[in-house]
C-alpha cells in the first residue's frame, strides 16, 4: 500500500459519488500484516461530509476476493443481519496499493476488553446477547443457495472432514500429548451426521468482531472467512469457546452472554439449535486452536518465523487442553469434584 | 555450584528487565513482545521450581491408570494438565466449567 492512501481513496469515491472528493483525518485503526483498517471523512463536493472506514487487504494475506466478501456482506444486510453498509469495492490494486472496500462507519466499541466495559457500564448485557445470537440465525435462516458461488464451500460432510484435519494435525504437531488423543477419541465417538441443513457461515463471529454501541448491537465484522453450505453449529459453538470470554469466563459467550439468551435471540430468528451437536464443534474448535498454536510453535522452532510470541504459543497449549478436559468431562465426574 | 541468584531469582529479574525498564521505553510496536517476554522469563522461572516435581508426578499418575480405563485417565490427565498450568499459567484451572 502507498504510504498515504488518500489520494487513491478519493479518487475512487469521486466515481462512486460522482462529484470530487476530498479524504481528511485519516485514522489507522488496526496494523499489522493482515487486514487493515482505516477510519477516514470524505468530503464530498456538494454533498456534505461522511464519516467512512476502508479495509485495506494486502494480497499475501487475502482468503477472500473483496468483490466477494461485498457479496456475502450485502446478502447478510439484505436479511436483517447488521452489516455497515458498503461505499465502495475496489479489486484493483493498482489504485492504492492494494484492493480494499469502503464502508459507513459504525461507532462503537469493538476491542474486546473495551466492548465488556460497554457492556458492565451500561447494562445491556442480555440486549446485546439476544441480538448477537438473532444476528447469527439471521444469517442461517438465508437459503444457502443463494450465497454468492465465488464462497468457499463446506463439503458434503463438514464434521467428519474437520476431524479429518484435526487428526492429521495432532499426528504432526502434537501426537505425544494424550489429552488431545483422549479429545480426538471423544470426538470420533460422537461424530454427528451430515446437518439436515446447511447455512452460510461467518466461522468466526466472536466478541471482537462485533460492534457494540450503547443501545446495543450495532454490526458484525470480519466477513472474509465465510463459508457456504456449513453446518450451523459450528458457527454457533466457535463464539463461545474460553478464550473469547476475556477472564469472565462465567459467560459462555464472549464474556458477557449466556448459552440461553444468546440461543433464544438465535432462535427467534430463525436458527435451530442442536445441543450435540453445538458441544461436538466446540470441542472441535478448541482442539483445532491447539492445533493452530502448536502450528506457531513449530514456525518458530523450524525458523519460519522466528518470533518470541509464536515460541510463547507453544506454553498456552496446556490453556486448550484444560479447555478440552472440561468439555469432556467423563458424566459420571461432576464439576468442582477434586480430581 | 553456581553462585547465587539462583537461575529463578535472575529469571525474575530479566521478567522486571523486559516489563518494568525496557517495555516503558519502547515503542508502541514492540510493546507487546517485551511483555511475552517477561511472562516467558516467569515461566521458566516457575517451571525451574516446580518442573522437577511436575514430571516425576505426571509419570506416576500415568502410569497408575489402568489400561482402558478412561474415566482413571481422565483424572489422571487433570492433574497433570493443572501441574503444567501451575508453571504456564496459574490460576486457569480455577474455572472447571465449560
Known amino acids: 500500500m502507498s504510504a498515504d492512501p488518500s489520494a487513491g481513496l478519493a479518487a475512487v469515491l469521486a466515481e462512486t459519488y460522482g462529484s470530487p472528493v476530498r479524504?481528511?483525518?485519516?485514522?489507522?485503526?488496526?496494523?499489522?500484516?493482515r487486514r487493515r483498517n482505516v477510519a477516514f471523512t470524505a468530503e464530498i463536493e456538494g454533498q456534505g461530509s461522511r464519516p467512512l472506514v476502508a479495509t485495506i487487504v494486502p494480497p499475501a494475506v487475502e482468503i477472500m476476493t473483496v468483490d466477494a466478501e461485498a457479496a456475502v456482506r450485502e446478502l447478510a444486510r439484505a436479511h436483517g443481519v447488521p452489516v455497515p453498509a458498503l461505499v465502495a469495492v475496489c479489486a484493483d490494486a493498482a489504485r492504492i496499493g492494494e484492493p480494499f472496500l469502503v464502508s459507513e462507519r459504525i461507532d462503537g466499541e469493538t476491542v474486546p476488553r473495551r466492548v465488556l466495559r460497554l457492556i458492565d457500564a451500561t447494562g445491556n448485557a442480555e440486549t446485546v446477547a439476544?441480538?448477537?445470537?438473532?444476528?447469527?440465525?439471521?444469517?442461517?435462516?438465508?437459503?444457502?443457495?443463494?450465497?454468492?458461488?465465488?464462497?468457499?464451500?463446506?463439503?458434503p460432510d463438514p464434521a467428519a472432514d474437520a476431524l479429518a484435519e484435526?487428526?492429521?494435525?495432532?499426528?504432526?504437531?502434537?501426537?505425544d500429548r494424550p489429552v488431545f488423543a483422549m479429545a480426538l477419541r471423544w470426538l470420533e465417538?460422537?461424530?454427528?451426521?451430515?446437518?439436515?441443513?446447511?447455512?452460510?457461515?461467518?466461522?468466526?463471529?466472536?466478541?471482537?468482531?462485533?460492534?457494540?454501541?450503547?443501545?446495543?448491537?450495532?454490526?458484525?465484522?470480519?466477513?472474509?472467512g465465510a463459508q457456504r453450505n456449513g453446518d450451523p453449529m459450528r458457527d454457533v459453538a466457535w463464539p463461545a469457546l474460553r478464550m473469547w470470554r476475556f477472564r469472565n469466563d462465567d459467560k459462555e459467550f464472549g464474556g458477557f452472554a449466556d448459552r440461553d439468551t444468546f440461543v433464544r435471540g438465535y432462535e427467534e430468528a430463525g436458527g435451530v439449535f442442536d445441543v450435540d451437536r453445538f458441544r461436538w464443534w466446540k470441542?472441535?474448535?478448541?482442539?483445532?486452536?491447539?492445533?493452530?498454536?502448536?502450528?506457531?510453535?513449530?514456525?518458530?522452532?523450524?525458523?519460519?518465523?522466528?518470533?518470541?510470541?509464536?515460541?510463547?504459543?507453544?506454553?498456552?497449549?496446556?490453556?486448550?487442553?484444560?479447555?478440552?478436559?472440561?468439555?469432556?468431562?467423563?458424566?459420571?465426574?461432576?464439576?468442582?469434584?477434586?480430581? | 555450584m553456581q553462585n547465587r541468584p539462583t537461575a529463578a531469582e535472575l529469571l525474575e529479574s530479566l521478567a522486571e528487565l523486559l516489563e518494568d525498564t525496557l517495555l516503558p521505553a519502547l515503542p508502541p510496536g514492540l510493546q507487546h513482545r517485551a511483555r511475552v517476554g517477561a511472562n516467558l522469563a516467569r515461566i521458566l522461572g516457575r517451571e525451574v521450581q516446580l518442573g522437577p516435581e511436575a514430571a516425576r508426578r505426571e509419570a506416576d499418575l500415568l502410569a497408575a491408570v489402568p489400561e482402558g480405563d478412561e474415566e482413571a485417565l481422565w483424572q489422571a490427565l487433570t492433574e497433570v494438565v493443572r501441574a503444567d498450568l501451575a508453571i504456564a499459567k496459574p490460576g486457569y484451572d480455577s474455572w472447571e466449567g465449560e
Open chain 1, 23 to 33: 479524504v481528511t483525518g485519516l485514522e489507522f485503526l488496526s496494523a499489522g500484516a
Open chain 1, 130 to 155: 439476544r441480538q448477537w445470537g438473532a444476528a447469527m440465525g439471521a444469517l442461517h435462516a438465508i437459503d444457502p443457495a443463494s450465497a454468492p458461488e465465488a464462497l468457499p464451500a463446506a463439503g
Open chain 1, 283 to 339: 470441542v472441535m474448535g478448541t482442539l483445532s486452536w491447539g492445533v493452530g498454536l502448536a502450528g506457531q510453535a513449530a514456525a518458530h522452532l523450524d525458523g519460519t518465523v522466528r518470533d518470541i510470541v509464536m515460541a510463547a504459543s507453544g506454553r498456552r497449549v496446556s490453556e486448550i487442553e484444560w479447555d478440552l478436559l472440561m468439555q469432556i468431562r467423563p458424566s459420571s465426574i461432576s464439576p468442582g469434584t477434586k480430581a
Open chain 1, 166 to 175: 484435526a487428526e492429521k494435525g495432532v499426528r504432526t504437531l502434537l501426537s
Open chain 1, 189 to 224: 465417538r460422537r461424530l454427528p451426521a451430515p446437518p439436515p441443513r446447511t447455512a452460510l457461515l461467518h466461522t468466526d463471529l466472536r466478541n471482537g468482531n462485533i460492534i457494540v454501541a450503547p443501545d446495543g448491537l450495532a454490526a458484525v465484522l470480519d466477513w472474509e
